[in-house]
């Protein structure tokens, strides 16, 4: 198979690791940093948003958002990622990966402000602004998914690919824990400023009205590592791959890869390439072709139903996980605190929870993934996810018992640690691999997409599951659902679905793109 690749995409293939990678890896990395901040800052001022905007005198309970308002405020950033991955991807495919790279980010710095300014006076136009530009936001959020992806997997050699395109991945992970300490540092500023009682001590002096800047404060810093990286996405050269097996421009490949691998590519080199399309042209299959459903038919259905299954997990728990940790007790009564002590609470439990499961599975999967393979890491982080949301929810009873509380964390850090060191970073590396370079930041869209209806069903299903079936200890404004055990059972379910369509995945461990993808095989007549 060698033999036949193109020979200037080869040289990529083959390339020792560069300088021009790591340079790579931090200017797309730092676009998932962003992406993940902006995702689940949100779940950390959503408690302290319910306080300032829908405190009601002289209730019992400190204010919280109303479900429908909730519901939407985590949701709709989510939609649009969704509608941002398969537009982006699409377009990727069209004009170019760099053409519309610095597009997503400039979205995304323009949105993660204008969050933070939802200025108005009543709290339904509040949020209403607030939800519009979080919106826009998901959508330049959602850009980022196929292209970073595409990008990465394109510059890389095989023998380090899966490390290059996991080590941008998992700078979600240190997204997830910058959203935590910032909310932590902006929160103990205020707290020393503007020190509050507890909110059954004094109501209305529990929450300050200088609280209402801090979760703005939180929103608005998202946009701080996107502008830094700006100016170096902009220079970044367009992928090789795509000049030369979509743009068909021999020359222009050879150039932009001299500046990736810090080598001349001869004319000679360039020659072989444009000789090659002449005599071999790529196959010219779409999307909605039968030819496509043959060869990757199978694929596409199984990189986008596993990201779908993992994701309505995943989200569940980082996007709630503050309720979670309430329901046993490791996060003190709402009443007993402050507006900003419970932000402060949350926020610490969220990030020590990043710190000790999260980050580290990240960088498992950097560390392993081309030795072990995609095939396996995914097979066995679904396998062990399933295996401790049971070890959670069998013994419920225990872990909310007095004193237990740790090892109920313990454990919930470890479904965080394997989801990481599994599908949640193999669900993004493989479809940027498998497909044609004409389809792939499609295909990767389409199952990226797939993946943010997974997070959808679980920010606004598990809403709602996760409520008591008790009416008397639902949430104000709640139904009563089925409790946080039946949620993850439900949960453990979509992991042990997804452990068996990880089946349906190949495994491109040490095989050129144009390999997995078959780029080089004609169209069967």
């Given at each position: 198979m060698?033999?036949?690749?193109?020979?200037?995409?080869?040289a990529?293939d083959?390339?020792?690791?560069?300088?021009y990678?790591?340079?790579?890896?931090?200017?797309?990395?730092?676009?998932?940093?962003?992406?993940?901040y902006?995702?689940?800052?949100i779940?950390?001022?959503?408690?302290l948003?319910?306080?300032v905007y829908?405190?009601v005198?002289?209730s019992?309970?400190?204010?919280?958002?109303?479900?429908?308002?909730?519901?939407?405020?985590?949701?709709?950033?989510?939609?649009?990622?969704?509608?941002?991955?398969?537009?982006f991807?699409?377009?990727?495919?069209?004009?170019?990966?760099?053409s519309?790279?610095?597009?997503?980010l400039?979205?995304?710095?323009?949105c993660?402000?204008a969050?933070?300014?939802?200025f108005?006076?009543?709290?339904?136009?509040?949020?209403?602004?607030l939800?519009?530009?979080?919106?826009?936001?998901?959508?330049?959020?959602?850009?980022?998914?196929?292209?970073?992806a595409?990008i990465?997997s394109?510059y890389?050699?095989?023998r380090?690919?899966?490390a290059?395109?996991?080590?941008?991945?998992?700078?979600?992970?240190?997204?997830?824990?910058?959203?935590g300490?910032?909310?932590?540092?902006?929160?103990?500023?205020?707290k020393n400023?503007?020190p509050?009682?507890?909110?059954?001590?004094?109501?209305a002096?529990?929450?300050?009205?200088?609280?209402?800047?801090?979760?703005?404060i939180?929103?608005?810093?998202?946009?701080l590592?996107?502008?830094l990286?700006?100016?170096?996405r902009?220079?970044?050269?367009?992928t090789a791959?795509y000049?030369?097996?979509?743009?068909?421009n021999?020359?222009?490949?050879?150039?932009?890869?001299?500046k990736?691998l810090?080598?001349e590519?001869?004319?000679?080199q360039?020659?072989?390439?444009?000789?090659?399309?002449?005599y071999r042209?790529?196959?010219?299959?779409?999307l909605?072709?039968?030819?496509f459903?043959?060869?990757?038919?199978?694929h596409?259905?199984?990189?986008?139903?596993?990201?779908?299954?993992?994701?309505?997990?995943?989200?569940s728990?980082?996007?709630f996980?503050?309720?979670?940790?309430?329901?046993?007790?490791?996060?003190?009564?709402?009443?007993?605190?402050?507006?900003l002590?419970?932000?402060?609470?949350?926020?610490?439990?969220?990030?020590?929870i990043?710190?000790?499961g999260?980050v580290?599975?990240y960088?498992?999967?950097?560390?392993f993934?081309?030795?072990v393979?995609?095939?396996?890491i995914?097979?066995m982080g679904f396998f062990?996810?399933?295996?401790?949301?049971?070890?959670?929810?069998?013994?419920?009873?225990y872990?909310?018992?007095?004193?237990?509380?740790?090892?109920?964390v313990?454990?919930?850090?470890?479904?965080?640690?394997?989801?990481?060191?599994g599908p949640?970073?193999?669900?993004?590396?493989?479809?940027?691999?498998i497909?044609p370079a004409?389809?792939?930041?499609?295909?990767?869209g389409?199952?990226a997409?797939?993946?943010k209806?997974?997070?959808?069903?679980?920010?606004?299903?598990f809403?709602?599951?996760?409520q008591?079936?008790?009416?008397a200890?639902t949430?104000?404004?709640?139904?009563?659902?089925i409790?946080?055990?039946?949620?993850?059972?439900?949960?453990?379910?979509?992991s042990?679905m997804?452990f068996?369509?990880?089946?349906l995945v190949p495994?491109?461990?040490?095989k050129?793109?144009?390999?997995?993808?078959r780029?080089?095989?004609?169209?069967?007549?």
């Amino acid at each position: 198979m060698a033999g036949d690749q193109v020979h200037v995409l080869s040289a990529l293939d083959g390339a020792k690791t560069q300088w021009y990678h790591f340079t790579a890896i931090v200017v797309a990395g730092m676009g998932f940093f962003t992406d993940a901040y902006d995702l689940f800052c949100i779940s950390l001022v959503t408690k302290l948003i319910g306080r300032v905007y829908y405190t009601v005198p002289g209730s019992p309970h400190p204010g919280s958002l109303p479900p429908t308002v909730a519901a939407a405020v985590n949701g709709v950033a989510f939609v649009g990622t969704l509608s941002g991955q398969l537009f982006f991807g699409w377009l990727g495919d069209k004009v170019g990966r760099k053409s519309v790279y610095g597009m997503t980010l400039l979205l995304m710095i323009i949105c993660s402000v204008a969050s933070g300014l939802s200025f108005s006076h009543t709290p339904t136009t509040v949020m209403a602004t607030l939800c519009f530009f979080r919106f826009w936001l998901g959508f330049g959020i959602g850009g980022d998914y196929p292209l970073s992806a595409t990008i990465m997997s394109e510059y890389a050699n095989k023998r380090t690919r899966g490390a290059f395109i996991a080590a941008v991945f998992a700078m979600q992970g240190f997204g997830i824990l910058a959203g935590g300490a910032v909310a932590i540092g902006v929160t103990v500023l205020f707290k020393n400023r503007f020190p509050a009682p507890p909110y059954a001590v004094n109501p209305a002096a529990s929450t300050p009205a200088e609280a209402d800047y801090v979760w703005r404060i939180v929103l608005m810093l998202g946009a701080l590592p996107a502008v830094l990286t700006f100016y170096w996405r902009m220079k970044m050269p367009e992928t090789a791959r795509y000049t030369a097996l979509i743009a068909k421009n021999a020359e222009r490949a050879a150039a932009d890869m001299s500046k990736v691998l810090q080598v001349e590519i001869t004319k000679e080199q360039a020659g072989d390439l444009e000789v090659a399309h002449k005599y071999r042209p790529s196959p010219s299959f779409g999307l909605f072709s039968g030819e496509f459903v043959r060869r990757h038919g199978l694929h596409l259905v199984g990189t986008a139903s596993t990201w779908l299954l993992l994701d309505i997990a995943y989200y569940s728990q980082n996007l709630f996980q503050k309720d979670i940790f309430s329901a046993i007790g490791w996060i003190p009564p709402a009443a007993t605190m402050s507006a900003l002590d419970e932000l402060y609470h949350i926020a610490r439990a969220q990030t020590l929870i990043a710190l000790c499961g999260t980050v580290p599975g990240y960088w498992f999967t950097v560390a392993f993934i081309d030795s072990v393979g995609r095939f396996k890491i995914q097979a066995m982080g679904f396998f062990m996810m399933t295996g401790f949301m049971l070890g959670l929810a069998v013994p419920y009873d225990y872990w909310t018992g007095k004193g237990h509380q740790a090892g109920f964390v313990a454990m919930y850090a470890l479904t965080f640690f394997f989801a990481n060191f599994g599908p949640n970073a193999t669900t993004f590396i493989v479809p940027a691999e498998i497909y044609p370079a004409r389809l792939r930041a499609t295909c990767h869209g389409i199952s990226a997409a797939s993946g943010k209806v997974g997070a959808i069903i679980g920010s606004f299903g598990f809403l709602y599951l996760a409520q008591s079936p008790d009416p008397a200890k639902t949430a104000h404004g709640y139904l009563p659902g089925i409790g946080v055990r039946n949620s993850l059972f439900v949960l453990a379910g979509c992991s042990l679905m997804g452990f068996m369509l990880t089946f349906l995945v190949p495994e491109p461990k040490g095989k050129s793109l144009e390999e997995m993808s078959r780029e080089t095989e004609p169209d069967k007549c």
